[in-house]
Structures are given as C-alpha cells and as structure tokens.
C-alpha cells in the first residue's frame, strides 16, 4: 500500500519560515517527480512546486523565489521550504507523486498538513 505523509504545519506568524516533509512508503520516490500542491479555503487546489525524478524543479510563478523545493532519495522523501511566510500562504498542504513515465498524472497523495500563518 503506497502512502504519502505530510508533516511539518502549523500556526506561524507571518515572516516565519517552515520546512515540510513528505514522506513515501510503499513506493520508491527515485522513479516518481514529487509535487507540492496547496488548498486555501475556499479556493481551488494550486499547484506549486516539483522536483523531478532526475533532479530539475519546476515552481510556480505565484511562488517562485520565496518556495524550495527538494527530494531525498536516501530517506524517500521530499521537502518543501517557505521562506517568509504571508497570511496567504495559509492552506492545506499536499504532496503528490508522478511516475516518470507518467508525469502530469499524479497517483499518489498524501492527507495533507495545514499550515496557518497569522498576520
């Protein structure tokens, strides 16, 4: 059974930064690119971040220059860092996982971890 598991939210306060974790059983994350995907109330879900299986990342510009993205391969997991963190940062937090053969089709996704940043 393949399962993804966020941690790293929480209630921070606006200028914070915080660093979630994703962390894969049941699949080897080396063959998969690894998204970071987040729902703020009442608004869609919105894609954010990737690393590639091989590495690249791509990000979206809403987000550019202030997320990270990463992966460790080593400990089957991915990383998404938030450097000062804005009131609209505040969402549900997902990970997703993408075959490489596959990589606009995510299979995989975690339960997500609320992040809340007050002002």
């Known amino acids: 059974q393949v399962r993804l598991v966020e941690s790293g939210g929480g209630l921070v306060q606006a200028g914070d930064s915080l660093r979630l974790s994703c962390v894969a059983s049941?699949?080897?994350?080396?063959?998969?690119?690894m998204a970071w995907f987040r729902r703020a109330p009442g608004k869609e879900r919105e894609f954010l971040a990737r690393?590639?299986?091989?590495?690249?990342?791509d990000y979206a510009d809403s987000v550019k220059g202030r997320l990270t993205v990463s992966r460790d391969n080593a400990k089957n997991s991915a990383f998404l860092q938030i450097l000062n963190s804005k009131p609209e940062d505040t969402a549900i937090y997902y990970c997703?996982?993408?075959?490489?053969?596959?990589?606009?089709?995510?299979?995989?996704w975690g339960q997500g971890t609320q992040v809340t940043v007050s002002s």
């Open positions: 997703a996982a993408a075959s490489r053969w596959y990589p606009e089709t995510y299979d995989y």
């Open positions: 049941g699949l080897t994350i080396g063959s998969y690119n």
């Open positions: 690393v590639l299986w091989g590495g690249g990342t």
